[in-house]
């Protein structure tokens, strides 16, 4: 299985940006879908976005629809996730999740992913 490790969280102000990282280490990358999912305090772990195993095809949640932007480049084994227009309800603890999975542009679960990272944080201060 593929081993991931997020990076790129921080303390931010609102309007401001991050990008975040997802490594991927081991297995064969480029045939893995990839998602980024968050937690808040107090809150259950919630779909962010998805990347399909060609770059090719994205789905957003919509409260990130039109300010976050997912990517990958799997010559360097990894995927990125580019955050705008970031606001004080994006703070969370980012995961980044990888899969082998039949591809239907649907909003992905937690129960789709069998590799994940440990997360970083992202706060979003007011």
């Known amino acids: 299985q593929v081993q991931l490790v997020e990076s790129g969280g921080g303390l931010v102000q609102a309007g401001g940006s991050l990008r975040l990282s997802c490594s991927a280490f081991?297995?064969?990358?480029?045939?893995?879908?990839v998602g980024w999912f968050r937690q808040a305090p107090g809150k259950e772990r919630e779909y962010v976005t998805a990347?399909?195993?060609?770059?090719?095809?994205?789905v957003y949640a919509d409260s990130v629809k039109g300010r976050f932007t997912i990517s990958r480049d799997n010559a360097k084994n990894t995927v990125y996730l580019q955050m705008n227009s970031l606001t004080p309800e994006d703070t969370a603890v980012y995961y980044c999740?990888?899969?082998?999975?039949?591809?239907?542009?649907?909003?992905?679960?937690?129960?789709?992913?069998?590799?994940w990272g440990r997360g970083t944080q992202v706060t979003v201060s007011s």
């Open positions: 081991g297995g064969t990358f480029d045939t893995y879908t």
């Open positions: 990347i399909r195993w060609g770059g090719d095809s994205t």
């Open positions: 999740a990888a899969a082998r999975l039949y591809w239907t542009g649907r909003i992905l679960r937690n129960s789709d992913f069998a590799s």
